[in-house]
Structures are given as structure tokens and as C-alpha cells.
């Protein structure tokens, strides 16, 4: 199965959806190179960065669940980079 580097760009408005946030970015953990959150306290919103490596479909899924959220939006930025998954 191919694999790609992607980043994921989360913007986070309602702080009542941080939960399932959470819940959602803990079921992908496998997946996730690393993760990076920025609270913007003087606009009480916080931007949050997850670079995976993952086959394409759960990358969208991952995007798309979070995306659903209550005062959350995601989108994702493809790198070129395709490799084979391990395992």
C-alpha cells in the first residue's frame, strides 16, 4: 500500500470540541510524524500542525472527521513524497 507525507492544518475556535479532537488524533497515532499547537489567546483560537505518513484515504478520513467538529476546520497539504507502508 502506498504511503504519503502530508500535513494536516487544523484551525480550532470552539474549545468544547478539544476532546474529540483528541480522541480523533489518538486513533491515528501510528500515523502521525509529529504534532505542533499554537494557542492564539488574543483571538481565542488555536492552530494546531500534524504531519503524517499514511496511505491517502486515511488521511482523508483523519481530515474529514476532524473537519465535522464544531468550530473546527482542517485541510491538508500533500507533499510529493510516496513510499511503500511498513508492516
Known sequence: MK???AVI?????DV????KL?????????RIIG?????YREK???IICVAVDAPEDEINSMTGQIGRLNGVSAK?????VMSELDG
Open 9 to 13: 492544518s487544523i484551525i480550532l475556535e
Open 16 to 19: 468544547s470540541s478539544v476532546e
Open 35 to 39: 504534532r505542533m499547537g499554537l494557542p
Open 3 to 5: 504511503s504519503r507525507v
Open 76 to 80: 491538508t497539504n500533500y507533499s510529493n
Open 44 to 46: 481565542n483560537v488555536n
Open 22 to 30: 483528541n480522541s480523533i488524533l489518538s486513533k491515528y497515532r501510528e
